[in-house]
């Protein structure tokens, strides 16, 4: 979880788990105002990942890294 530098979005980073058992990794944004403006699958293994989060100091991006895979 993080916030970006301007204080106006948090991204969250984690995983639903599927009936099979498998996993689905999702990063979500949402505003201050507690919507959810925008939210991504990541094209991952199906299992849970471990994620680090970073805004870039313009918060024109965000990168993401699930275990050695870092997603921008």
Avoid at 4 to 26: F, I, K, M, T, W
Avoid at 51 to 61: G, H, I, Y
Wanted: proline share 6%.
């Amino acid at each position: 979880m993080e916030w970006s530098n301007d204080g106006e979005l948090l991204a969250v980073a984690g995983y639903v788990r599927l009936p099979d058992q498998d996993c689905r990794n999702e990063l979500r944004f949402y505003r201050r105002s507690t919507k959810l403006q925008l939210a991504l699958v990541l094209p991952t293994q199906a299992r849970p990942g471990s994620s680090l989060l970073l805004f870039a100091v313009t918060n024109d991006k965000v990168m993401h890294f699930n275990g050695c895979m870092p997603h921008l």
